[in-house]
C-alpha cells in the first residue's frame, strides 16, 4: 500500500502528464484548423485577393 505522499505525488505525476498530452492535442487541433483555414481561404479568395493562391493570382 502506498503511504499518502508517494500517492499524491503519483498522482500528480499522472495529472501534470495528462494536462501535457491534452495541450499537445489541443495543439495540434489549432494547427489542423490553421491549414484549413488557409488553404479554404486560397480556394475561395477572389483572384485579386492577397489571400489567393499564387497561380490565382491576378495583378492589379
Known amino acids: 500500500m502506498l503511504d499518502l505522499p508517494e500517492f ?3 498522482l500528480n505525476f499522472y495529472a ?4 501535457r498530452r ?3 492535442k489541443a ?3 489549432w494547427i ?3 491549414r484549413l483555414q488557409a ?3 486560397a480556394t475561395y479568395a ?8 499564387p497561380w490565382d493570382q491576378e495583378t492589379r
Request: glycine share 0%.
Open 8 to 10: 499524491t505525488s503519483r
Open 16 to 19: 501534470r502528464i495528462q494536462k
Open 22 to 24: 491534452r495541450e499537445i
Open 27 to 29: 495543439y495540434r487541433r
Open 32 to 34: 489542423r484548423t490553421q
Open 39 to 41: 488553404r479554404l481561404r
Open 46 to 53: 477572389p483572384s485579386w485577393h492577397p489571400d489567393a493562391h
